[in-house]
Each structure stands twice: as structure tokens, then as C-alpha cells.
T-cell receptor
Framework: GEEVAQTPKHLVRGEGQKAKLYCAPI?????VFWYQQVLKNEFKFLIS????????ETGMPKERFSAKCLPNSPCSLEIQATKLEDSAVYFC?????????????FGAGSRLTVL | AQTVTQSQPEMSVQEAETVTLSCTYD???????LFWYKQPPSRQMILVIR??????QNATENRFSVNFQKAAKSFSLKISDSQLGDAAMYFC?????????????FGGGTRLMVKP
């Protein structure tokens, strides 16, 4: 498709529960990026993929957060044992190539609320 | 590592007037791209304008234009003839062009309010 599809739009979890978010990049886009936008509006880069390979995971919290991009499946971002501070909007973006010239196209985001 | 700074948390403009949003960045690279994204209350990220660092000419898209000062590492966005629909968060962003698939680095955002 021509849009980055993120599901679910909104997810509510109790503290300590698991949360899993999904992202289908634009067809033909090899690069996928995950960002976390907290209530202060700041964007934090989490992880990027080149196809199914992790490209850059410098922003990923070492504990509790994991992500995958498997062939013929949406990419996923999973948070084990959620904490209150994980409440945020999680954006996925995709890009066709590694060139800086290419615009990242963003999905509509998934809002995670941890109670 | 690159950093992007937006020094104006909030800006206000009268409808039909012009407003300029500031952005500065820090990098040791010479080849990169700069972007302005708009985020309305729906949270959807919308590309407003893009500038290639190797181009001296400032990018323009209809009512939106930039003032790119490479030596000063400054990249401001000018919105002319402001409309109510321009009210949103605006994010300045940087991306390396080293074909390393680098992510976008964002500034902290500026909230633009448009008064009727």
C-alpha cells in the first residue's frame, strides 16, 4: 500500500502487562524506523531495520523492549512488563533506501496508555 | 552525534500574517538533508518542506519557505499568509546523507497557534 499502517490505534495496559504494536511499511520500502513520542512531544528514536535485519538499535532500552521485522509479516514492537513511563505514542516510519534524500513516511501512530 | 534545537516552544500568528519558526542544528557532516514536519492534533506527521545541504537555493513549497544558512547551521521555516489550518506542532529534523540509512533526528518542536 501507499501508507504506513500501524495497529492498534490505541492500546491500554495495566502496569506490568505486555504490549505489542504492529507496523506495515509501504510496499517496496526496505527501511523501517520506530520512534517514541512522549507527552512532552519529544521524539525518541528507538530502532531501525533494513528488511528483517536490525540496522540501528542505539535508542532501544536494553530491558523490556524488543522489535522484529520478519518477511511477509508486519513489523512489531513489543514491550514486556510495561511501566507508567512507557505511555507514549509510538510511530513507525518507512523509507525506500538509505539515502538521506528519501523522506521518511510516517504512520498515524499507536497510542499506548499504561495505567 | 547530531542535535537539533528549536528554541521557540510556542509561537502565535494572526491569520493572513507571516511567521518564522527557528531551528538550529549541530553537525560535523557536510552532506545532509533538513526537513520540517507538521503534526496537527491528529498526530499524523506531514512533511512540509525539505532542503538539501548542498543546495544554496532555499526550498519553497507554496506558502512555506525556508531560510537555510549552512555556515550558521540555521534552518528556519517561514509561513506566509497563515491560515487556521496551519495551527499545529512543527518539528525540524536532520538526516545524514551517508547512505547509512540513518534515522531522522528531531528538534523539540514548536507549537504554532493561529488567531482568527
Amino acid at each position: 500500500g501507499e501508507e504506513v499502517a500501524q495497529t492498534p490505534k490505541h492500546l491500554v495496559r495495566g502496569e506490568g502487562q505486555k504490549a505489542k504494536l504492529y507496523c506495515a511499511p509501504i510496499k517496496g520500502h526496505s527501511y523501517v524506523f520506530w520512534y517514541q513520542q512522549v507527552l512532552k512531544n519529544e521524539f525518541k528514536f528507538l530502532i531501525s531495520f533494513q528488511n528483517e535485519n536490525v540496522f540501528d538499535e542505539t535508542g532501544m532500552p536494553k530491558e523490556r523492549f524488543s522489535a522484529k521485522c520478519l518477511p511477509n509479516s508486519p513489523c512489531s514492537l513489543e514491550i514486556q512488563a510495561t511501566k507508567l513511563e512507557d505511555s507514549a505514542v509510538y510511530f513507525c516510519a518507512s523509507s525506500p533506501s538509505p539515502s538521506g534524500a528519501n523522506v521518511l513516511t510516517f504512520g498515524a501512530g499507536s497510542r499506548l496508555t499504561v495505567l | 552525534a547530531q542535535t537539533v534545537t528549536q528554541s521557540q516552544p510556542e509561537m502565535s500568528v494572526q491569520e493572513a500574517e507571516t511567521v518564522t519558526l527557528s531551528c538550529t542544528y549541530d553537525t560535523s557532516e557536510s552532506d545532509y538533508y533538513l526537513f520540517w514536519y507538521k503534526q496537527p492534533p491528529s498526530r499524523q506527521m506531514i512533511l512540509v518542506i525539505r532542503q538539501e545541504a548542498y543546495k544554496q537555493q532555499n526550498a519553497t513549497e507554496n506558502r512555506f519557505s525556508v531560510n537555510f544558512q549552512k555556515a550558521a547551521k540555521s534552518f528556519s521555516l517561514k509561513i506566509s499568509d497563515s491560515q487556521l489550518g496551519d495551527a499545529a506542532m512543527y518539528f525540524c529534523a536532520y538526516r545524514s546523507n551517508n547512505n547509512a540509512g540513518n534515522m531522522l533526528t528531531f528538534g523539540g518542536g514548536t507549537r504554532l497557534m493561529v488567531k482568527p
